[in-house]
């Protein structure tokens, strides 16, 4: 287990086509975040699992996407009717909750690039 | 609501240089701040945190909670360190980070 790992890498889409994207988070994490980049902006917080239950959603997150983590482990993103302002950088992370120690940070995948054209 | 500022999207400095990558931040709790890097091509990766007051390559960031600040220090740039820093901030209540937009840092021979 080398890290976060995302997959694809890249993906170009017509708009009106869903999209599916896979995060693999760090085994032994127990948290797993997903982030939406565009460009000249930091990540923005989509949603984010502790183990397989979704305790938060961004009201970025619209009814076109949803998030799965059935397992505690990898998670998807999918994006329903891909619009062109869905086109950024998707980030996955995922950390370590441990009681009475806190959160000491977040370990990113490299990201899917997603191009709506 | 919690926010993060950082002021500057482009600092470019020469090599052994002193550089300061600005951050401010807004929230009215104890926040815990963390400094983000990403170097071309690569992931974004965890530089620091306030919390365990360390340096790592050669920066440094301190939480000034009267001025809301927690600015990122190096006394001397080298070009390795050109990269993209994201501040990021942690509420007391919540796992997740807020960022800010970025700095590009430029460090040039």
């Known amino acids: 287990d080398t890290g976060v790992s995302q997959d694809p890498r890249h993906k170009i889409t017509k708009r009106g086509q869903n999209v599916t994207f896979r995060c693999d988070p760090i085994s032994e994490h127990n948290r797993l975040y997903w982030y939406r980049q565009t460009l000249g902006q930091g990540p923005e917080f989509l949603t984010y699992f502790q183990n397989e239950a979704q305790l938060e959603k961004s009201r970025l997150l619209s009814d076109r996407f949803s998030a799965e983590r059935p397992k505690g482990s990898f998670s998807t993103l999918e994006i329903q009717r891909t619009e062109q302002g869905d086109s950024a950088m998707y980030l996955c992370?995922?950390?370590?909750?441990?009681?009475?120690?806190?959160?000491?940070?977040?370990?990113f995948g490299s990201g899917t690039r997603l191009t709506v054209v | 609501a919690q926010r993060v500022t950082q002021p500057e999207k482009l600092l470019s400095v020469f090599k052994g240089a002193p550089v300061e990558l600005k951050c401010n931040y807004s929230?009215?709790?104890?926040?815990?701040l963390f400094w983000y890097v990403q170097y071309s091509r690569q992931r974004l990766q965890l530089l620091l945190r306030h919390i365990s007051r360390e340096s790592i390559k050669g920066f440094t960031a301190d939480l000034n909670k009267g001025e809301t600040s927690f600015h990122l220090k190096k006394p001397f740039a080298q070009e390795e360190d050109s990269a993209m820093y994201y501040c990021a901030l942690r509420s007391g209540g919540s796992y997740i980070p807020t960022f800010g937009r970025g700095t590009s840092l430029i460090v040039h021979p």
């Open positions: 992370a995922s950390s370590l909750l441990s009681t009475g120690q806190g959160n000491y940070g977040y370990t």
């Open positions: 929230y009215s709790g104890s926040p815990e």
